[in-house]
DNA sequence: CAAGTATTCAAGTAATCGCGCAAATACACA
DNA sequence: TGTGTATTTGCGCGATTACTTGAATACTTG
């Protein structure tokens, strides 16, 4: 027999869980993380986080149903978004919890760090400062669309494939600064690897675009991009 | 054939993935909203949620797994407890983007409240205001251990239980607010509907102590009890 | 209107999860 | 050292979940 408080109780936390529920997925976390960066087709996402696409579309779903996700039929395409900032900023949190509790998450990046030979060296919220005053000259390595849909201003689009035939573009006698989706993407640290190996002096920015957001700075957007 | 990042990618978003499962189930976020409010037992905690023992158990340690709560013997008692403020603070978040996201939380919210007759004025930062300038009477109606392992400076402890054998202490000329939990506890709107019954002018506050710490402010505690 | 393509749906399978019950463990206290 | 109590563990059941494969659906576009 259950009394009402307990019959409230029990649907509110229901609830509460269908976010948990839809979070509880490694493949539905990379694909909110995807999506932070900017809206994306099925196809897309499938490819980027290697799945197949009636799988993709499967979690889509959920993420759907749990409101983290809103689609858009764009011409032949799906195209998927983020339901509201907030989720991505939610994203960000669910990271640094797991940054901060789970011991293991500074294992794995440290150890692939190590791997790929890459000394890191972060300067935080200084090298946010310069990065923001225009002090040094930075590098967008996302894909084009990403920095499309949404970038630091002033950065530069070298999307990280590009980079080696692009290096001439880039002065040698200021310091360099990559990003790209934040601080467990593995692009700006290929990239600023292979800037040092040219003799550049380059950093990598942790943070992305949703942190830069988040902070209440401004982002630029290439706007002929986001017409239907 | 995988990928060197792809393997990174993997078994990042699996850690991060630890949390969601963590989160997948509603008495297991009912227990984290419970240790938010101070350290319990096993027994205490299975009481409070209407589940058994060995349940509640089970839950505790998919939950100490994720790293999330830790536990310590205490005597004859295991006593749980969050892992980290940082974790009361990403529930109240995760409960936030459920209110945002999804729209059966209002309305499970507001049919409890409405089969209540509790119309619900709600000041908000106002409220928050006059209670920490002390313009008010602030009653506590959680347990009396919720109470003691942190509350509002200047609160006054009278579980919701006790309220109408109390009522006595309460002066009729000043404005009373209750609160309890959090935006979801029913205790202070219980507590509410009982005073106005009795003509007192009550209020009831959604922020419960892991908002009031979050904003920085003071929270008190019975350091008495905090003793081993 | 027909053909092609992107996406979703449906069915099957192996794995996992939540829960209840009963037994085992661990520990304090007499 | 024994006894009582709090907690954990093991087991079995039904339900859910992730993933694959293959077919269906809904479009656009020629």
Redesign the interface.
Known sequence: M?T???I???????????????????????LL?LLSQGPRTVEALADLT?ITIANASQHLQVLRT???VASEKLGLFVEYRL??E??GR?IV???E??Q???T??EQ??RS?LD?RGALEAVYGEELLRRVRDGDVTVIDVRPREEYAAGHVPGAISIPVGELAARLKELPKQRDIVAYCRGP?C?MAIEAVALLREHGYTAQRMEQGVVDWRARGWQVAVEPQLRQS
């Open positions: 259950e009402p408080p307990r409230f109780k029990n649907k509110l936390y229901e609830q509460f869980a269908r976010l948990g529920k839809a979070l509880a997925a490694p493949k539905r976390l990379e993380d290697g749990a409101r983290l339901a509201d907030a989720v939610f949190q669910l990271q919890l797991a901060l509790r789970l293991e998450v794995i990046t692939y791997e467990y593995v």
